[in-house]
C-alpha cells in the first residue's frame, strides 16, 4: 500500500481570528528553550480547558485521572470558535489553564505564538515517545524541532458505506470500493436504484467538510497541498484530479441535490435517512450511528486514491500542551504522561471505544474491536495536516480560495484551470509566497 501521508475541522473554526491570538501573546524572537518537567503528583488543584463538545471523552478521561491521583483537574470546555480568542487573552493576562486541549489544526498557531510550553525534554524520555502520531506531533513542532504538546485524540477521514444498499444494487457489501473507479461504478448502480437513491454526500458548502473529506483526495493522488514554508499547492495534476473526480459524480446526479447548499448540517443525518451509498463523515460518525440503531447494515471504509492501494486520511481530533506560564507546569505533565500511557491507552480509551494516540499500540487491540476501530487505526500511519499559519484564511473562511475554488468549478462554469490558477493566486497574496 501506497502511503500517502495525509483531522476533524468543524465550520466553527473558519471565525477563528488567528492573527489577533498570535499578537496578543507574542513573547520575542529566539529559538524556544525546552523545560525541564518531571511529572508531579502532589495534590495540586489543576486547571484545563478542552472544545466543546468533547465531553464524551474528556470527561471519563479526567474522571479516570482524577480517581488515580493526588493531583485533581478541574475542566473547562470553551465554544470552539471562541477558543483562539479566549485563549490569547488569558494567555497575555496570566489567566491561563494549566492543560490547554484544542483542535489540532490550531497547534501551528499556537506554537508560532508562543503559546505553550516546550515539553521536548520530557517527551525525549519516554520510550514511546517516538510512536506519537506523526502528523499530530508535526503540528506541535516548530521549525527548530522543538516539540510542545501531545495527542489526545485521533480522527481520521472515512467514507461510511451502506452495506444493505451495496446488496440491493447487486454490489458485494463486504468488498467496499479500492479506488477511483470502483466507487463511481458504485455509486452508479445505487443509483440505477430509483430516483431517491443516491451513490454519495458530502456538504458541498462547509469548509471544514471540505478540507477534512476531500483533500484526503488530494492526497491520495500524490498532491501535497502545503509546502514546509506553509505556502499552499492547489495548481497542480493532483487537486485538478480530485476536482474531476467530483464534478464528474456531481454531474452524474450521484450527489443528491441537497448536498450543494449543505453547510455542514446534513453531514451526519443524511447517511442516517438510509438511501445514500457512499457518505464522507470520519471516525466521529460511529457513536453516532451506533446510538440511532440504524435499520440497515453498513461499514466503513478509508478514502480510496486513484489506484488500488493508495489510501489517505486527514488526521483530525485533538492535541494537548501545556500553557506558557502555566502554575502547575510538573503536575501538566503528569497528567500529559499518563494519558499517553500503555495502560491509559489501552484501558481507558478501551473503554470509550476510541482508537489510541500511539501507532505502536494498534496491533494490541481487542481481536472483537471491529471496523469501526480498525478501519480508522489501520489509517493513524497515513494522517496528516495542511500545516500552515495561514490555514484559517485559506482553507477554512467560507470566502477563502479553497472553498471558492471547490464551488466554482463544480456549479458555476467555471474553467478547471482558471479555478485553480485563481486559488493558488489568492492563497499565495495571502501566504505572500
Known amino acids: 500500500m501506497t502511503k500517502r501521508f495525509t483531522r476533524r475541522w468543524t465550520a466553527a473554526a473558519a471565525a477563528a481570528v488567528v492573527a489577533v491570538g498570535l499578537a496578543a501573546c507574542s513573547s520575542g524572537s529566539g529559538p524556544a528553550q525546552p523545560a525541564d518537567l518531571k511529572p508531579v503528583d502532589d495534590g495540586a488543584t489543576l486547571t484545563m480547558w478542552a472544545r466543546a463538545g468533547r465531553q464524551p471523552i474528556f470527561d471519563p478521561i479526567v474522571k479516570a485521572y482524577n480517581d488515580s491521583h493526588k493531583n485533581q483537574i478541574s475542566i473547562t470546555y470553551v465554544p470552539e470558535d471562541q477558543y483562539v480568542t479566549k485563549f490569547a487573552t488569558a494567555i497575555a493576562s496570566s489567566s491561563a489553564p494549566d492543560i490547554a486541549s484544542f483542535d489540532v489544526i490550531y497547534a501551528p498557531q499556537f506554537v508560532a505564538g508562543k503559546q505553550l510550553t516546550d515539553v521536548t525534554s520530557a517527551l525525549g524520555r519516554l520510550s514511546y515517545h517516538e510512536d506519537l502520531l506523526p502528523a499530530h506531533m508535526a503540528s506541535l513542532s516548530d521549525d527548530d524541532g522543538h516539540e510542545f504538546g501531545v495527542p489526545v485524540a485521533a480522527d481520521m477521514s472515512l467514507i461510511y458505506y451502506n452495506k444493505t444498499l451495496f446488496a440491493k444494487a447487486g454490489l458485494d457489501p463486504d468488498a467496499p470500493p479500492r479506488n477511483w473507479d470502483e466507487m463511481l461504478a458504485a455509486a452508479k448502480a445505487i443509483k440505477a436504484l430509483g430516483s431517491d437513491e443516491y451513490g454519495l454526500y458530502m456538504p458541498h458548502n462547509n469548509t471544514g467538510q471540505l478540507q477534512f473529506d476531500f483533500t484526503p483526495f488530494i492526497w491520495a493522488a500524490g498532491g501535497k497541498v502545503t509546502n514546509p514554508d506553509g505556502s499552499f ?10 476536482l474531476r473526480l467530483f464534478k464528474t459524480a456531481w454531474d452524474a446526479g450521484y ?13 451526519v443525518s443524511a447517511f442516517a435517512k438510509g438511501n445514500i451509498g457512499m457518505s464522507m463523515i470520519g471516525g466521529g460518525g460511529s457513536d453516532a450511528y451506533a446510538s440511532q440503531h440504524l435499520p440497515f447494515d453498513y461499514g466503513v471504509m478509508p478514502i480510496p486514491g486513484p489506484k488500488t492501494g493508495e489510501v489517505a486520511s486527514f488526521a483530525g481530533g485533538d492535541v494537548a500542551g501545556i500553557s506558557a506560564g502555566a502554575q502547575h507546569p510538573d503536575q501538566a505533565w503528569d497528567f500529559l504522561s499518563w494519558l499517553t500511557s500503555d495502560t491509559t491507552q489501552l484501558d481507558v480509551y478501551g ?15 481487542p481481536a472483537d474491536a471491529g471496523e469501526f476501530m480498525t478501519v480508522p487505526a489501520g489509517l493513524l500511519e497515513y494522517g496528516h495536516q495542511p500545516r500552515s499559519t495561514h490555514l484559517n ?4 473562511n467560507v470566502t477563502g480560495p479553497y472553498l471558492t475554488m471547490f464551488r466554482d468549478y463544480l456549479f458555476n462554469g467555471v474553467d478547471l484551470d482558471a479555478a485553480v490558477t485563481k486559488a493558488q493566486k489568492d492563497a499565495d497574496a495571502i501566504t505572500g509566497r
Open 351 to 365: 473503554k470509550l471505544h476510541s482508537i489510541p494516540i500511539r501507532s505502536d499500540l494498534v496491533a494490541k487491540l
Open 255 to 267: 450527489f443528491p441535490d441537497s448536498a450543494k447548499s449543505d453547510d455542514g448540517v446534513g453531514f
Open 393 to 396: 484564511e485559506v482553507m477554512s
Open 233 to 242: 499547492v492547489f495548481d497542480d495534476d493532483a487537486t485538478r484530479a480530485a
